[in-house]
């Protein structure tokens, strides 16, 4: 499967963007998928993953409140709705996906075996 993250752009603090995650070659309702970040010279880090079905989620702490995963089969893509954004908010954000019986979530990105090429959201202060 191949996946395309799109969305990204430039945005004040305190803005919105919705990232969104599209699949070609393959259908991701077999899959969790998530999102990560990362910034200039830090390590890529968790954002936010969602089960197959869509019935679990799990965000990491600071995008809890702010940051919503959601996904539509038809579609074919995940969403990662972006609220309330800060600088240090500013990353690439890449979508990443793993084979995964119903429920499964994780924020280990070792656990992600398909990834797609980034976009880029930068948040102005």
């Known amino acids: 499967v191949q996946l395309q993250a799109f969305g990204g752009g430039l945005v004040q603090t305190g803005g919105s963007l919705r990232l969104s995650c599209a699949a070609s070659?393959?259908?991701?309702?077999?899959?969790?998928m998530g999102w990560f970040r990362q910034a200039p010279g830090k390590e890529r880090e968790f954002v936010a993953a969602i089960s197959r079905r869509g019935t679990r989620t799990n965000y990491a702490d600071s995008m809890k409140g702010r940051f919503t995963i959601s996904r539509d089969h038809a579609k074919n893509t995940v969403f990662l709705q972006m609220r309330s954004l800060k600088p240090e908010d500013t990353a690439v954000y890449y979508c990443?996906?793993?084979?995964?019986?119903?429920?499964?979530?994780?924020?280990?990105?070792?656990?992600?075996?398909?990834w797609g090429h980034g976009t880029q959201v930068t948040v102005s202060s």
């Open positions: 990443a996906g793993h084979d995964a019986i119903d429920g499964e979530v994780h924020d280990r990105k070792a656990r992600y075996v398909y």
């Open positions: 070659g393959r259908t991701l309702s077999t899959y969790a």
